[in-house]
């Protein structure tokens, strides 16, 4: 994780979450909820 910068409170990069759902003959199957997503939050922004 890199040093927040520019007044930045949480940055966060190549953000990744799987979830398993189950197998099948080929191997486990996951489904991808975020992937590769960014996020920078500046000092005084609000999310939501």
Do not use: C, S, W
């Amino acid at each position: 994780m890199k040093q927040a910068t520019n007044n930045e409170i949480l940055k966060i990069e190549k953000l990744k979450k799987y979830f398993h759902i189950g197998k099948d003959k080929q191997g486990p199957i996951y489904v991808r909820a975020v992937d590769g997503v960014a996020l920078n939050i500046k000092y005084g922004e609000t999310l939501g």
